[in-house]
């Protein structure tokens, strides 16, 4: 991840005209070496125009810095449709999985401290853990079989989604066990949510397969084990405050309310409908027990580029650093091992493993279909279609703010073409 030359910018910018509107900053410069360059602004400008004018989404706005730079804002559509609100640079919405992240970089804050090693059993911090067992399948009499762990759960487990922990409800046998005790209800504290896990086998061997789940709203407890703080005001100390971010945090005061953007269902068929905000906002608009590591957070796209940048510059922003070089390194390098090859719907992401809390590319795109995309790129993104990424080669990142579900992973796809132009078999980006 080299550092940029800020005079070498400046002076190309020197040679750019500019103009301003209230929803789009044109910085185009002369530098032909930049990604988003003129073409790559018109791209995206149609790209996610197109998005709004077909329906598909109701709002949407994008932010992408290179090489230290802003080279693209724009937002398009509402935030509220209803209400007539648009999607504008302030708009707070729910960023869901991409709380992950920063989960994941709280708990490397306390790594970097000798707090604890990767490959250290999680019972040795949480022993509520201490004696679980794994569903291994049913008999011939059809009652479930229930067998030891061949090896202890590993933090580093819970940082790659191979701990055996599930929360879905349709999951063989474990399923109906968690839906009984209800580890992820809002009124659980993280304690309180480890001992209701506790009263149910893991559905894998850890280790054996990549499954999403709760992994990381259990690292957020490692933290306040850790720590000795709960996980929010940790992370308000830690990332939040030292990097500026002041409208990411799970509640959201009535003042700013106006600002939070409804989240739509989308339907081929019947087009978007609003999820009520009695539903869609509850776990913002009231303070609860439990603070997950998971999901939860609502930020700005200025907020959370400031978090991606951090994590370009080698863990440091504006002269604070959050994390050592080292250790954004780590988070960044492939952690899965070859052996791990049942992968849900990793692959779906390209060709990636995964990091401490994200994806990592390890092959360029092989077929105009896959998401287009550089190796050594970091990523994740979230329920209602959200997505960042961080691009060391290009010293670029990226954040993509919509609030549709299903997940619309060929957004996701639409946009990342934008960025880096249309796939040919002869080009990588």
Not at 349 to 364: E, L, N, Q, Y
Not at 393 to 398: D, F, H, I, P, Q
Request: negative net charge; hydrophobic residues 40%; contains cysteine.
């Amino acid at each position: 991840m080299k550092q940029f030359s800020r005079m070498a910018l400046a002076a190309s910018l020197l040679l750019a005209a500019c103009a301003t509107s209230e929803t789009h900053q044109d910085t185009t410069t002369v530098n032909a070496s930049l990604v988003v360059d003129t073409l790559a602004k018109a791209r995206l400008d149609s790209t996610l125009q197109a998005q709004v004018t077909s329906g598909q989404v109701a709002g949407v706005s994008a932010l992408v810095f290179e090489k230290g730079e802003e080279v693209y804002f724009n937002a398009f559509g509402m935030a509220d449709r209803e209400e007539n609100v648009p999607m504008a640079r302030n708009t707070l919405v729910q960023i869901f999985s991409m709380t992950k992240p920063i989960t994941g970089v709280a708990l490397m804050q306390l790594y970097e401290q000798g707090k604890f090693q990767l490959d250290d059993p999680v019972a040795n911090y949480i022993p509520e853990f201490a004696n679980l067992q794994v569903y291994a399948g049913n008999d011939a009499a059809g009652q479930p079989v229930l067998e030891a762990p061949h090896r202890p759960m590993l933090v580093r487990d819970l940082t790659r989604h191979t701990s055996g922990l599930t929360s879905g409800p349709d999951t063989a046998y474990v399923g109906a066990l968690l839906k009984k005790v209800d580890p992820m209800n809002r009124e659980n504290t993280l304690t309180q949510m480890a001992e209701k896990f506790a009263q149910a086998p893991l559905w894998f061997q850890p280790g054996a397969q990549w499954a999403y789940g709760p992994s990381v709203d259990v690292q957020a407890l490692l933290v306040e084990r850790l720590s000795g703080q709960p996980f929010d005001q940790y992370v308000q100390e830690h990332i939040f405050g030292p990097l500026g971010m002041d409208e990411t945090r799970y509640f959201i005061p009535e003042a700013d309310r106006d600002r939070f953007a409804a989240l739509y269902l989308r339907n081929d068929s019947t087009g978007l409908t609003r999820v009520p905000d009695s539903l869609a906002h509850a776990l913002n608009t009231r303070h609860w027990p439990l603070t997950p590591g998971g999901f939860g957070f609502t930020s700005t796209v200025d907020d959370y580029m400031r978090f991606a940048r951090m994590l370009v510059n080698e863990g440091e922003l504006d002269g604070t650093r959050i994390l050592k070089p080292e250790t954004v390194e780590l988070m960044a390098t492939n952690q899965l091992p070859d052996s791990v090859t049942e992968r849900s719907w990793l692959p779906s992401k390209g060709r990636v493993g995964f990091g401490i809390d994200f994806a990592v590319r390890v092959s360029p795109p092989q077929t105009a279909e896959e998401n287009n995309g550089v190796v050594g790129e970091f990523f994740w993104d979230g329920a209602a279609s959200t997505l960042f990424w961080v691009d060391p080669a290009n010293e670029l990142t990226a954040v993509l703010f919509v609030q549709i579900m299903p997940f619309y992973g060929q957004l996701h796809k639409q946009f990342r073409d934008a960025v880096y132009g249309p796939y040919t078999p002869t080009a990588t980006p």
